[in-house]
């Protein structure tokens, strides 16, 4: 499915396998821009979903029924390779500080780390987007972070993540 208020951005890395996605994948970008995102995953030969900007603005890079790759080695309830029944989201966001990064919206330190806050319209969209998502895809009961999926391997969207502000689908 193609939604149809976000910017259209479409990748050559994919497969062009279909999938009927059960669940969604959150993900942090660990960059600060649009530009060097994209830049990462075309120089990755990476695939997600959908881009969601600091600021809120939704880019989708992918038709929803379409397997990206975003997840790599991936377990969810007992079933391996999450791309296979999953869509993934990109939130522009940097992560944990590294030396000389710049994030507008500052830092706040958890578990020993400075991370990088989330603006509040970038969540409002991505609420937006989850409520699309479910309703064209109502088979689509889940939203998880990239850790809970690859455990050990993964940390985004990171312990600053504002869960509690996220639509999760509680079915
Ligand atoms: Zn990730």
């Not at 791309?83 to 919206?105: A, H, Q, T, V």
Request: net charge positive; charged share 20%; proline share 6%.
């Amino acid at each position: 499915m193609i939604y149809k208020n976000a910017h259209q951005k479409p990748t050559a890395h994919h497969p062009n396998m279909e999938i009927k996605p059960e669940l969604v994948v959150l993900h942090y970008t660990a960059t600060t821009s649009m530009a060097q995102t994209l830049h990462i995953l075309n120089a990755r030969r990476l695939s997600v979903h959908f881009v969601l900007s600091h600021n809120g603005k939704i880019f989708q890079l992918l038709d929803t029924e379409k397997k990206a790759w975003h997840a790599g080695a991936s377990c969810f309830q007992d079933r391996d390779n999450v791309n296979d029944f999953s869509i993934g989201i990109e939130l522009i966001n940097p992560g944990f500080y590294k030396k000389k990064s710049f994030w507008r919206y500052g830092w706040s330190v958890q578990a020993g780390r400075k991370w990088g806050n989330w603006p509040r319209q970038q969540l409002n969209s991505l609420n937006t987007l989850l409520l699309w998502i479910r309703s064209q895809h109502p088979q689509c009961k889940h939203v998880v972070g990239h850790n809970e999926i690859a455990p050990g391997r993964k940390m985004d969207p990171g312990p600053l993540f504002p869960w509690s502000k996220i639509k999760r689908y509680k079915i």
